[in-house]
Nanobody, 122 residues
């Protein structure tokens, strides 16, 4: 599974961005997916995640009411709509896919994208 994020950039506080995460390869093995972020000097943290069907989502308290996670399984793509952005949202945003990997037996495996930079100016 390969994951490629896009949609990051520089935006003023109060603005919006939409991130995309396109999956390729053995996409049939993907289950839940999520968005994480890492700011300079801080640990990577969960922003939001979504089940395989898209029927259930979970958000960090810091983004509830402002961010919306979704996925289009027909397009093998996950999205993160970010509204009312704040300077503290500045970070590299990564997508993660929880999948199953065959190594003689099926084992759970997390795939990560390379990340996309989001910078929110005050």
């Amino acid at each position: 599974v390969q994951l490629v994020e896009s949609g990051g950039g520089l935006v003023q506080a109060g603005g919006s961005l939409r991130l995309s995460c396109a999956a390729s390869g053995s996409t049939f093995s993907i289950n839940a997916m999520g968005w994480y972020r890492q700011a300079p000097g801080k640990q990577r943290e969960l922003v939001a995640d979504i089940t395989s069907s898209g029927g259930s989502t979970n958000y960090a308290d810091s983004v509830k009411g402002r961010f919306t996670i979704s996925r289009d399984n027909a397009k093998n793509t996950m999205y993160l709509q970010m509204n009312s952005l704040k300077p503290e949202d500045t970070a590299v945003y990564y997508c993660k896919a929880e999948a199953v990997r065959w190594v003689g037996v099926n084992i759970p495996f997390d795939y990560w994208g390379q990340g996309t930079q989001v910078t929110v100016s005050s």
